[in-house]
């Protein structure tokens, strides 16, 4: 690419959606991914997989607490390892305060804070360069198309005005807003706006990626859509990602692990796949019949066995019994079985649990 | 290329220096200043007045042209401080007014009405970047039309008249830089306090006008009921006068001055609206908004 083409103007001939196939690796505006680049993500995604505890934490804090005119967060201590860290908590719960305080926009009245390594209060600057942030309410610079908009702020973040706009038009085709990057901000649909506010978090290519709210007012579609770009993002392995939400939903689709608040202090701290791991998978089993003579037949076979509510049935099956056994022993006992399900905890669960519990 | 089309990479390259990123604000804050037709015909406007003086510093020097004219040289004053503070300094600062008034308040409103501070300040940027970036642009465009035109100025009549005028008139070049850059940086700090607290750009506008008003009202006010130069303390343009009298050993008589004030106490007032300025903005500039 020569310089001459580095104009707002003229750039966009060249950036138009090119079809990326295997073998297109030689195009430089945009390389496909090559075999190397491939090997290189999922060897990202297979480090990740590590086991989370031998990782480095991402996010560290130590006692810390926030104040305004009450408590807001509370001798928070934690270290958060995951590649996509989920916020939960119900309103008021201290999420919007606690990413706020990693941003560094309000002080800590006590506690520590370290963000990839880097303690905040001795380098915020430093530590903001590697940081990007997608904010829930609408955010953006009046009277800028979504191109000017997304590069002043690559500028900002520390990239030359060169490389600033070529990210920047790249960006705006990764999140799908390859064709209204010329369009006015203001005139973008809220849908494009969170786009566009993604756009702009993920620009300079950021270590760590705060996520408030992403799918906010989002339609089906464009949910699943900025859904998936957090999943790709993450799977990258380039970026930590924390996302701050109260849908349940969002963040058991993209988060490996789980923080939650309840009134500004942590009421549950987990790794989702551990904890869905520890949570066994169990049958519920419906029945019209002898139900004791069943429970009892279950028991034979070595099932542990639950009754929350008549006519239904839950059973934890051993090594070695499989659902064909439990037919065998309903015809054995003349007993019809009228539904089976498997069902594992949800996060939905673990989140109701955790404000349960005091 | 660092963002593939079709799957996500982070950026390994080099970063600018901090102090480019303050500049990226000022790039883009320019860039828009000149968006409006009507701000880039008056900044275009703002440079006739020194263009005429620098046609009547030549004329003065140019006698054929003069004898030419039947204009007889002793009906024209004396090109010294009084001269350059009447003729230059003052439509200077008027013009300097203006324009700080058209762009200034516009300036940080638009930010904070969209919410945007929470995209600056979550990048390796702060509050005093933001805003010495902002004001660059006015010190920019505002040396464009004041004390740049009037070095040159001076500096071509000291060519002009030879014989050591320079040497006898070296306060004129500390006086043009002093006095044009305390009135553009208290006026643009004033503008982006009030840009800051109103959200409207015609309001605050209005806000900035009513100031430099009602400053001068009730300072005249404050002068007739005390006596004194206590309402100087409230009229910054009366500071400003003051300011232009004192640095350009600038003749009295030929100006309107109300206000006897010495000239620490208008250095004072310039040094009390930036500082208060600035407060308010580090106090209405933040990223997030505490609910209480």
Not at chain 1, 34 to 39: E, T
Not at chain 2, 8 to 19: D, K, M, R, S, V
């Amino acid at each position: 690419m020569t310089d001459a083409l580095l104009t707002e103007d003229t750039i966009s001939s060249d950036t138009t959606p090119t079809k990326v196939t295997p073998e297109a690796g030689t195009n430089k505006l945009h390389p496909a991914a090559s075999d190397d680049d491939l090997k290189r993500r999922t060897g990202n995604r297979e480090s990740e997989l590590e086991p989370a505890k031998q990782r480095a934490p991402v996010l560290e804090f130590d006692e810390l607490c926030v104040d305004f005119d009450r408590p807001i967060l509370d001798h928070l201590s934690a270290q958060l390892r995951g590649s996509c860290v989920g916020l939960l908590g119900p309103n008021g719960a201290g999420k919007t305060t606690l990413l706020n305080t990693l941003l560094g926009f309000n002080k800590p009245t006590s506690g520590k804070i370290s963000i990839l390594g880097h303690d905040l209060s001795s380098g915020d600057q430093f530590v903001r360069g590697m940081v990007g942030y997608m904010p829930e309410r609408d955010s953006f610079i009046a009277g800028m198309t979504g191109i000017r908009f997304v590069r002043m702020m690559a500028e900002l973040s520390g990239l030359s005005p060169k490389i600033a706009l070529e990210r920047a038009h790249e960006v705006f085709f990764y999140v799908g807003l390859g064709e209204a990057r010329y369009r006015n901000i203001d005139s973008y649909s809220l849908g494009m706006k969170q786009l566009a506010k993604l756009a702009q978090a993920i620009v300079h290519g950021p270590k760590l990626l705060f996520l408030d709210e992403p799918t906010n007012g989002l339609d089906p579609p464009a949910r699943a859509r900025m859904l998936q770009l957090i999943r790709e993002i993450r799977d990258s392995g380039d970026t930590h990602i924390v996302v701050a939400s109260h849908l349940l939903q969002d963040i058991e689709s993209c988060c490996d692990e789980v923080l939650v608040l309840k009134e500004g202090r942590i009421a549950k701290y987990c790794n989702l796949e551990e904890e869905r791991r520890a949570n066994r998978k169990f049958l519920l089993i419906q029945i019209r019949g002898n139900e004791k003579e069943f429970v009892d037949g279950l028991r034979s076979l070595g099932c542990e066995v639950a009754l929350p509510n008549r006519r239904r049935i839950k059973a934890i099956l051993p090594e070695g019994v499989e659902v064909q056994h439990l037919y065998a022993l309903a015809e054995q006992m003349s007993v019809q079985i009228r539904n089976l399900d498997y069902k594992r905890d949800s996060l939905e669960d673990i989140f109701l649990r955790a404000m349960d519990e005091d | 290329m660092a963002i593939f089309q079709k799957a996500y990479q982070g950026y390994a390259g080099e970063l600018t220096a901090p102090l480019q990123r303050t500049l990226v604000i000022f790039r883009y804050a320019l860039a828009d200043v000149f968006q409006s037709r009507i701000f880039t015909a008056f900044f275009l406007l703002c440079f006739l007045p020194s263009l005429l003086l620098l046609c009547v510093i030549y004329t003065y020097y140019n006698l054929e042209l003069l004898m030419q004219f039947e204009v007889p040289i002793e009906d024209f004053i004396a090109i010294d401080g009084t001269f350059f503070a009447l003729f230059m300094q003052y439509p200077q600062m008027f013009l300097l007014f203006v324009m700080i008034m058209s762009i200034g308040p516009t300036m940080i409103s638009p930010d904070l009405r969209n919410n945007a501070m929470p995209l600056y300040l979550s990048r390796p940027i702060n509050k005093a970047s933001y805003i010495f970036g902002k004001l660059l642009v006015l010190l920019f465009l505002g040396s464009l039309i004041s004390w740049i035109p009037s070095l040159i100025l001076i500096f071509l009549q000291a060519y002009l008249a030879g014989d050591g005028w320079l040497i006898n008139n070296l306060h004129l070049l500390a006086a043009t830089v002093v006095t044009s850059l305390s009135w553009i940086v208290s006026l643009s700090l004033l503008a982006f306090a009030i840009s800051a607290s109103v959200k409207w750009k015609a309001v605050a506008r209005l806000f900035f006008f009513a100031f430099y008003l009602f400053g001068s009202i009730l300072g005249e006010v404050i002068k007739a009921v005390f006596g004194g130069w206590g309402g100087g303390l409230v009229d910054i343009s009366s500071a400003a006068e003051v300011l232009v009298l004192a640095m350009y050993d600038a003749d009295a008589s030929y100006m309107e001055s109300s206000m006897e004030m010495p000239i620490w106490a208008a250095a004072f007032m310039f040094l009390a609206v930036s500082v208060l300025a600035a407060l308010v903005l580090t106090r209405r500039i933040r990223a997030f908004q505490v609910v209480s």
